[in-house]
């Protein structure tokens, strides 16, 4: 029972560079969200995806793309990384829209220099 | 401005003794409300959802009540243990992309 997987867990960047984050999960679960985790602001949503190929903004989306080509896959790309980005990420997923519990990952700390 | 607050401080209590952790909101109406734990260096574990038309939900040595009214839910833990211990989670949701959370509680049961 794998569950929800990120990697990798721990990742040391600098300024400009483009970073991805995998997400992948094992239960089919349609729905798939990035949170990024400060402190003083708790869990804050970056995007989410309703189901393969369908995405959309959360609160704090500039700077990250994100696609979702297979349901079990939700990679998060911050394409030129800023300092303001180093943050702990966790990937969550939730079996539908009537099923609210989010299943998280163990998350994945980067830090931009 | 809408606001989620829970007690930034930590809560120290005995072991034996129950917990009772806060959650405040302000400016919105949710559809339901979590309660999430989440231990050092690890994602958040979903304990309890409660729904806004419900006043208590119980598990196990668990117990949350949702006050609409007051704005309030209060998150119990009756005869708390070492294990225990941890950073517990309010989050308040409409859907299922539409979940805000607070910054959480640190919970430190004493032996």
């Known amino acids: 029972d794998a569950g929800i997987t990120q990697s990798p867990r721990y990742k040391i960047t600098e300024t400009g560079r483009q970073v991805t984050l995998m997400c992948h999960q094992t239960?089919?679960?349609?729905?798939m969200f990035w949170y990024r985790q400060d402190l003083g602001h708790g869990l804050r949503l970056i995007y989410y995806?309703?189901?393969?190929?369908?995405?959309d903004k959360g609160e704090v989306p500039d700077g990250y793309v994100v696609s979702r080509s297979k349901t079990e896959n939700f990679p998060l790309t911050l394409e030129s990384a800023t300092r303001s980005q180093t943050s702990v990420y966790f990937c969550a997923s939730s079996e539908s829209e009537r099923v609210w519990e989010l299943f998280f990952g163990e998350g994945s700390r980067l830090t931009v220099l | 401005s809408q606001k989620i607050e829970q007690n930034s401080e930590a809560l120290n209590i005995q072991e034996g003794k129950t917990a009772t952790l806060t959650c405040n909101y302000t400016n919105y109406s949710p559809a339901y409300l979590q309660w999430y734990r989440q231990d050092p260096g690890r994602g958040p574990v979903f304990l309890l959802l409660i729904r806004e038309n419900e006043k208590e939900k119980r598990k196990e040595r668990l117990k949350v009540t949702f006050d609409t009214t007051l704005k309030q839910s209060l998150f119990h833990i009756t005869a708390s243990q070492p294990a225990d211990s941890a950073t517990y989670l309010c989050?308040?949701?409409?859907?299922?992309?539409?979940?805000?959370f607070g910054t959480g509680t640190k919970l430190q049961v004493i032996p």
């Open positions: 995806s309703a189901a393969a190929d369908i995405t």
């Open positions: 989050a308040l949701g409409w859907g299922y992309q539409k979940v805000t």
């Open positions: 239960w089919s679960h349609s729905y």
